[in-house]
């Protein structure tokens, strides 16, 4: 099923996403019902995967960007092997996170009770992002398990 925002609800999550998504959803179907009782207005955005300086969980990067950075730090510096997610062509979306704030801020205003989709309009496979902090760090591509 495609990814946009008139699927948001339809059929069921990645099962590995499974609460988290169904969490997500149902913070959608109290912001329709709250719209429909009282009149509420909102801008329900989706993010692509955010990074950036200071975006944290409890003091821990979040998202796949720092988990695939690290593993491949940790595999230079302590010899560990390196295992990609799956077979490293699922694909994902980098949002920078002060674009994300500035687009929040742009088009809350000029959204009313819509599903807005947030991102750069570009994927690439954990595969590609791989090989270009290997790159940067110098490990070797090679090495990774896929």
Same mark, same amino acid.
Request: hydrophobic share 40%; proline share 4%; net charge negative.
């Given at each position: 099923? $495609? ?10 999550? @990645?099962?590995?996403?499974? $609460?988290?998504? !169904?969490?997500?959803? !149902?913070?959608?179907?109290?912001? +329709?019902?709250? $719209?429909?009782?009282? /009149? ?8 692509? =995967? ?18 695939? *950075?690290?593993? %491949? %730090?940790?595999?230079?510096?302590? #010899? ?7 077979? /490293?062509? +699922? ?5 920078? %996170? ?7 801020? !742009?088009? =809350?205003?000029? @959204? ?13 496979? @954990?595969?590609?992002?791989? +090989? %270009? *902090? #290997?790159?940067?760090? /110098?490990?070797?591509?090679?090495? @990774?398990?896929?």
């Amino acid at each position: 099923m $495609a990814l946009k925002e008139s699927n948001y609800l339809s059929g069921l999550p @990645i099962e590995d996403f499974y $609460a988290y998504a !169904m969490t997500k959803r !149902m913070l959608l179907v109290g912001l +329709q019902s709250l $719209a429909k009782e009282f /009149g509420l207005k909102y801008a329900y955005f989706v993010p692509s =995967t955010l990074y950036g300086p200071n975006y944290h969980v409890d003091g821990r990067p979040m998202h796949f960007i720092y988990d695939l *950075i690290r593993k %491949i %730090i940790r595999g230079r510096e302590l #010899c560990e092997e390196v295992i990609l997610w799956g077979d /490293g062509n +699922q694909r994902r979306e980098l949002v920078y %996170i002060d674009d994300f704030v500035d687009w929040l801020l !742009m088009l =809350t205003p000029r @959204i009313e009770n819509d599903v807005i989709n947030l991102g750069e309009g570009t994927e690439h496979s @954990i595969r590609e992002f791989a +090989q %270009i *902090i #290997c790159e940067v760090i /110098g490990f070797p591509f090679e090495r @990774i398990s896929l």
